[in-house]
T-cell receptor, first 111, second 119 residues
Framework: DQQVKQNSPSLSVQEGRISILNCDYT??????FLWYKKYPAEGPTFLIS?????DKNEDGRFTVFLNKSAKHLSLHIVPSQPGDSAVYFC??????????FGTGTRLQVFP | GAVVSQHPSRVICKSGTSVKIECRSL??????MFWYRQFPKQSLMLMAT?????????EQGVEKDKFLINHASLTLSTLTVTSAHPEDSSFYIC???????????????FGAGSRLTVL
């Protein structure tokens, strides 16, 4: 039972343009959502989070949008840079309960 | 910022042997640590939650006798893969939640991971 899904396994974007990574979830009890970035053979690093009381959170080039009615969140990266190339995981939790991760989307930013 | 150190980063062992992986929170105390496993091109799957001073909570389908977890202090958790077999080969990642909720209630800090290869 995959409670958090990232339906696009990969995404290719030109440098300078916007990258949009999508994530869907099924559990309406989730109230905290996070995005992590992961390079090969390394642990994930935290990028940005959003609580269910908000619908948008912005941090520099990264913005996360939450649509609770659609049980959907997205991460926007603008402008995209080659260093952003990595695997991005969304994660969700109920309060401070365990994090449930999506399957990941491999982003490649080309010059 | 919070740092989690995981050791060893890579280990190769023979089938039937046991392997211990350590996870340390370097600059904060972690009442709770989590162990994840990642197969190639797949998601991070939570294996177990360890709480300092008490038994670990294992996810469904994870053999507690094969994957022994000990969280003896606020800065150290260990995962021991007992009698390892080739199917246990995977990337194991630990994470810790800072004790101070002001750090961000559910922002986990991850270790760099340990690649286990069982021959």
């Amino acid at each position: 039972d995959q409670q958090v899904k990232q339906n696009s396994p990969s995404l290719s974007v030109q440098e300078g343009r916007i990258s949009i990574l999508n994530c869907d979830y099924t559990n309406s009890m989730f109230d905290y959502f996070l995005w992590y970035k992961k390079y090969p053979a390394e642990g994930p690093t935290f990028l940005i989070s959003i609580s269910s009381i908000k619908d948008k959170n912005e941090d520099g080039r990264f913005t996360v949008f939450l649509n609770k009615s659609a049980k959907h969140l997205s991460l926007h990266i603008v402008p995209s840079q080659p260093g952003d190339s990595a695997v991005y995981f969304c994660a969700a939790s109920k309060s401070t309960d365990k994090l449930i991760f999506g399957t990941g989307t491999r982003l490649q930013v080309f010059p | 910022g919070a740092v989690v150190s995981q050791h060893p980063s890579r280990v190769i062992c023979k089938s039937g042997t046991s392997v211990k992986i350590e996870c340390r929170s370097l600059d904060f105390q972690a009442t709770t640590m989590f162990w994840y496993r990642q197969f190639p091109k797949q998601s991070l799957m939570l294996m177990a939650t360890s709480n300092e001073g008490s038994k670990a909570t294992y996810e469904q389908g994870v053999e507690k006798d094969k994957f022994l977890i000990n969280h003896a202090s606020l800065t150290l958790s260990t995962l021991t893969v007992t009698s390892a077999h080739p199917e246990d080969s995977s990337f194991y990642i630990c994470s810790a939640r800072p004790r101070d909720p002001r750090s961000g209630a559910n922002v986990l800090t991850f270790g760099a991971g340990s690649r286990l290869t069982v021959l």
